[in-house]
């Protein structure tokens, strides 16, 4: 077989593992099984690999829509707010874990655009440049069938079950200098309708005078709740905007508040109530995985993330290397990328043939 035709057959064979949702874009560039060969290609074969994966992400993520939908799954969201060094990333991390779902840490400067179908979104550190107002409310509407910007995720459908969002910003402060809130005259209802929660969080040592002193969190649980018929609830300005003769065009209203629902010192009871008493609605039955993989498809991915599906590989190492590497004593070693198991005659053969890269 000849370099061509084994780069051919490695681009098909990656095409058919995307298309069955076996790999994502993140696997082929952290998994050396997977982005070894696919360096080995062509320019134009890279890129037939990547519309191949773009597709299926595309197709996985209007099939999430659809899974949520059809469960009657609505979206979440939790905020979560403190200053720097409080722990509210830490304790939103602590929550997705909890639940079991994959969570995605996005960037405050492209916070979707490495986004792939994970269940549990979370906008870290946002702030009113992150994001404009319309597309933050697209974002987090409970029933969340809104395609992005592609500035934001290449057009992508984002369908989480839960986004999280962790701010040093006063909420109001980050209604009030969001682009576009200004032309939204409930620019505060509309953001808290979206709500599921409110974690404020502080932390604080117990003897401020010593350095060493423990470092302690509390946190401070809020849920949206309608004010009294008649009445509204008026947000103080942010810091440094003055009203001047009483001009309240800006000053924000809303017909709804965050109702305070308890204290706790301990993350762990906290991220309890949030699952049990917030959130158990929101989240898929299995509690585990966003995706419809069957039992035999996670079995068959697990393959391929662990190297042994280098044994469908065959016109990179030829038949022999294919049967030699399903070999369950090549995964002894985690610290060997390719699965080569010092002193096996085979797997030195191999590795020469794959280190001398002539191949391909």
Not at 348 to 357: E, Q, S
């Amino acid at each position: 077989m000849t370099s061509s035709q084994t780069r051919k057959a490695t681009m098909e064979r990656l095409k058919e593992w995307a298309r069955k949702g076996l790999i994502t874009r993140n696997d082929i560039d952290t998994n050396p099984y997977l982005h070894d060969p696919y360096t080995d290609l062509t320019v134009s074969q890279q890129r037939e690999v990547d519309r191949a994966v773009e597709n299926a992400e595309k197709y996985e993520s209007r099939m999430q829509v659809e899974r949520r939908l059809s469960e009657g799954i609505p979206l979440a969201t939790v905020f979560w707010q403190g200053g720097a060094g409080s722990g509210k990333t830490f304790g939103a991390k602590r929550l997705a874990a909890a639940t079991g779902l994959y969570l995605y840490d996005s960037t405050p400067s492209h916070p979707l655009e490495g986004f792939r179908n994970e269940g549990i979104l979370l906008l870290d550190e946002i702030g009113p440049q992150t994001l404009d107002f319309q597309t933050f409310l697209q974002l987090t509407d409970p029933a969340n069938q809104h395609q992005t910007d592609g500035r934001y995720h290449k057009g992508g459908v984002v369908a989480p079950y839960v986004i999280e969002i962790t701010t040093s910003s006063a909420l109001s402060d980050l209604v009030y200098y969001t682009r576009g809130s200004e032309s939204h005259q409930n620019a505060m209802d509309e953001v808290l309708r979206r709500l599921k929660c409110a974690v404020r969080v502080q932390g604080y040592v117990e003897d401020p005078s010593n350095p060493a002193a423990y470092l302690r969190h509390g946190y401070d649980l809020y849920r949206p709740e309608p004010i009294p018929e008649g009445r509204t609830k008026t947000w103080p300005v942010p810091s440094g905007v003055t009203i001047r003769n009483g001009d309240k065009t800006r000053q924000l209203t809303s017909r709804l508040d965050l109702a305070y629902q308890g204290s706790t010192e301990s993350l762990e009871t906290l991220t309890a109530v949030l699952i049990g008493d917030y959130l158990a609605d929101n989240l898929p039955e299995s509690c585990r995985h966003h995706s419809s993989q069957t039992p035999k498809l996670e079995t068959d991915r697990e393959e391929v993330m662990r190297g042994r599906a280098l044994a469908h590989l065959t016109p990179l190492y030829g038949s022999g290397a294919a049967t030699h590497m399903a070999d369950d004593h090549h995964q002894t070693d985690p610290a060997q990328p390719y699965g080569w198991v010092d002193g096996c005659e085979d797997c030195d053969r191999f590795r020469t043939i794959h280190d001398g890269n002539t191949l391909i």
